[in-house]
């Protein structure tokens, strides 16, 4: 058998990374396994909100926020494979962990870590037969960077409190910005709802968008009131879509592993990361326990816990806690890179 690591992580979010950097500091052999093709995970979903509640850390973006993240959990040089969703978990006669992916790929570790967030998200496209096709140029499912839209007439589909914060973000610096909703009211607070009146923007209920017409690029959108039945062609120059996500969970409950859940998903454990199964532990959203922190800053606390469980797993004389940074001769070298920088 080749290429066995001591631990293997699944999810490349901050719960990942940050078990990859703590791992790589207790000087275990890491791997970590990402579904989509960028570290970062849900993060990645609102790269230019404003992240406040990260301990010593002032105010950062989403998007500085990931590449610091990718930065100190690369720090020990963990291996790493993108654009891989595991689909099977077994233990071999030898107490080791296989994991097959979806690239019929087969890794394996001494211990897991789960860290795989809410699921696999991935943004519920437009069911029309061309939408594809402007992927590419100004069709989104992200906003990636509010500038995209400067001076532009922007169109943006979805009844959502996230949909509603895109409108009030990008309509100070649009030309024009329309929100359109299938149902007859907005979900979110009343206080977004005024804030849209404010900047602007005109919001049609009960209506959606049945065709994309343009070469290249989308120029005009088909709407269709579903009260009315009536249709209306709008020109655009960019179309946004929040729809909601497809979440991805069979791992959790057919991974060949009888793993313990609560609600049919998460891992049920305990404050150490610690599942029903050996060597087998959760961190971030996907681990379930009494006292859960639902922040940033409880990910991180659940991804060294979930590393000190797995290398005291691996190792049972082991320190059950890594030296803290100000004192770890690891840091030695690297210490005098950054100093020598600043």
Same mark, same amino acid.
Do not use: C
């Given at each position: 058998m080749k290429d066995v690591y001591d631990v293997t992580i699944i999810g490349g979010g901050p719960a990942g990374l940050f078990a990859a950097f703590y791992a790589g500091l207790r000087e275990m052999k890491v791997k970590v396994i990402e579904a989509h093709s960028e570290l970062g995970g849900k993060v990645r979903v609102y790269p230019e909100k404003m992240i406040w509640d990260v301990g010593g850390m002032p105010p950062v973006s989403g998007l500085s926020f990931i590449e610091q993240m990718i930065e100190q959990g690369l720090t020990f040089n963990?291996?790493?494979?993108?654009?891989? /969703?595991?689909? %099977?978990?077994?233990?071999?006669?030898?107490?080791?962990?296989? &994991?097959? /992916?979806?690239?019929?790929?087969?890794?394996?570790? $001494?211990?897991? @870590?789960?860290?795989?967030?809410?699921?696999?998200?991935d943004p519920i496209k437009l069911d029309i037969d061309n939408a594809? !096709?402007?992927?590419?140029?100004?069709?989104?499912?992200?906003?990636?960077?509010? +500038?995209?839209? +400067?001076?532009?007439?922007?169109?943006i589909s979805g009844g959502s409190s996230s949909a509603v914060d895109w409108a009030n973000e990008i309509a100070p610096i649009a030309q024009q910005v329309l929100l359109v909703y299938r149902g007859?009211?907005?979900?979110?607070?009343? !206080?977004?709802?005024s804030k849209?009146?404010?900047?602007?923007?005109?919001? &049609?209920?009960? /209506?959606? @968008?049945?065709? #994309? #017409?343009?070469?290249?690029? @989308?120029?005009?959108?088909?709407? $269709?009131?579903? %009260?009315?039945?009536?249709?209306?062609?709008?020109?655009?120059?960019?179309?946004?879509?929040?729809?909601?996500?497809? $979440?991805?969970?069979?791992?959790? /409950?057919?991974?060949?592993?009888?793993?313990? &859940? %609560?609600?049919?998903?998460?891992?049920?454990?305990?404050?150490?990361?610690?599942?029903?199964?050996?060597?087998?532990?959760?961190?971030?959203?996907?681990? !379930?326990?009494?006292? +859960?922190?639902?922040?940033?800053?409880?990910a991180f606390q659940d991804a060294a816990n979930a590393v000190n469980s797995a290398k005291r797993h691996i190792e049972p004389s082991a320190e059950r806690f890594a030296m803290v940074s100000s004192h770890n001769k690891r840091f030695t070298e690297k210490n005098k890179e950054y100093l020598y920088k600043k």
């Open positions: 963990p291996t790493v494979e993108l654009d891989q /969703t595991i689909t %099977k978990m077994n233990k071999l006669d030898t107490d080791i962990f296989e &994991l097959e /992916t979806d690239k019929d790929k087969k890794h394996y570790s $001494r211990t897991v @870590i789960m860290a795989v967030g809410g699921g696999v998200i594809f !096709s402007y992927e590419k140029s100004n069709l989104y499912y992200h906003v990636q960077s509010i +500038k995209d839209f +400067k001076d532009k007439r922007v169109l007859d009211n907005l979900k979110t607070h009343e !206080s977004d709802i849209l009146k404010a900047n602007n923007v005109v919001s &049609l209920e009960n /209506t959606e @968008i049945t065709a #994309l #017409l343009g070469d290249k690029e @989308i120029e005009e959108v088909s709407l $269709r009131n579903n %009260k009315t039945n009536s249709i209306k062609n709008l020109p655009v120059d960019a179309v946004l879509v929040n729809h909601g996500y497809h $979440r991805q969970h069979q791992l959790m /409950t057919e991974s060949g592993l009888s793993i313990e &859940l %609560k609600d049919d998903y998460f891992i049920k454990g305990n404050v150490l990361g610690e599942s029903n199964i050996q060597g087998l532990y959760g961190a971030g959203d996907i681990l !379930s326990h009494e006292g +859960k922190l639902h922040l940033i800053a409880g």
